[in-house]
């Protein structure tokens, strides 16, 4: 069965993206425009995996991660980000891997490859 | 961080309209003022205290009564309800509250994080312990007191080796371990830690993460020992009594022994040391005083504790404690009892063992505490005979 991947980012043009490269790496893909929905997704999509921006409007990507922690203990989370001050915040620890957003997205699908191999999803 | 969520299940019917770190204690204290007395003294002055279950009480409290410190001097004590940041539910154990706070720690980023519980009666210099746990160059330290070994059902109990490092923690144990040289005694977790601050969120977060009860004891504490420096400091070094005392009240029983124990001639709780006094609110409310010393209508207390307001009008009160504006009427006998706050007590009334909570009138020639059956068919009567009689009820 395909691995579910639920992509949180709020730029439209880089939500494709991601939505596109990751159906091409064989993953179903699930999309969030903020935080809260992706809380919803959470719920309603089930997913194997969360890739999560951080700086998002409506709820940002560390309250949606403490709240998602907090529903799905052990679902894997990949924060990604071009912002390189969110590992002060304390809630950042509780991500599985940290991206830095980038063209090339060859580092994203060998930490979302390693992530779900560990079979510790679901 | 102080916890003060606590339900005190087995305190009912007192804590039925509030937490346990809000129920009155010695006369015109709450429970929770004997924590905080102990961080302002230890010069701790920057406090959170997590509450969630019926809190209105303790916050009213920790408004009315604990609105001393200096804002302008970064000192503050401020209430924080469980506000569901995270979770919908309440708290699921100790360690989720402080995990649920995260942001708080975020924000103040200290460099190391006390965590006391709002549950219990003691007098403690935390500047003795947080010297140990720098001393010791610990990621954890936890309080110990010594306990009698059958005791072991009620606690968790701490192993330790000979440098007091922590090697074992067993929860609520039939068989504990008992102390190195000292086989009738256990250590008995006083659920006081000092966290160096980035340890700890790393062990709640890991903790969150996974199928846990997320309690320190029975989560966090078990899964440092071996991994993280854990040591233990033991109650006696910053015990300011000297008496080793620390009490628990978790029980209607034990509430009302420790209650009690404060009419001794000189109780092992010392509320009279001026060097380390307990802080709490009480309204403005006139001097105690007796009346009526004429034929057989004589006002008298003995063995007791008068707070301000109360008017002993004609009655007799021996060997019981009368939180403010308690009035006992003439010809009222009250012995060996607890009256809360603006307890009204009628004419040639008769009230033995009993606790009776704030603002119940008592109307004359009511008895209560002489017949248990009888007691027991309108009030909350124990094994050991204490009546108590809850707040709002009409008799």
Redesign the interface.
Known sequence: MKKKILVVEDEESLRLLYEEELMAEGYEVLTAGNGREAIQQLETGKPDLILLDIVMPVMDGMEALGRIVGKERKIPIILNTSYSGYRENFMSWAADAYVTKSDDLSELKKKIRELLGKGKAR | MVLAGGRGERLYPLTRDRAKPAVPFGAIYRIIDFTLSNCLHSGLRRIYALTQYKSTSLNRHIQLGWNILSAPLGEFIEAIPAQQ???EHWYQGTADAIF?N??T??EERPDLVLILSGDHIYKMDYRKMIAFHLERRADLTVAAIRMDRNLSKEFGVIEVDRDWRMIGFQEKPEEPQTIPGDPGGILASMGIYVFNTELL??RL?ED????SSHDFGKDIIPMMIGKDQVFVFDFRQGDLGGTGYWRDVGTIDAYYEANMDLIAVTPQLNLYDSQWSILTYQPASPPAKTVWIEGGRVGTALNSILSNGCIISGGNVKRSILSPRVTVHSFAEIEDSILLEGVDVGRNARIKKTIIDKEVQIPPGTEIGYHLDEDAKRFTVTDSGIVVVPKGIRL
């Open positions: 940041r995270i979770d649920q995260i942001y720690l975020q969120v790393r977060i969150a993460r996974s199928e």
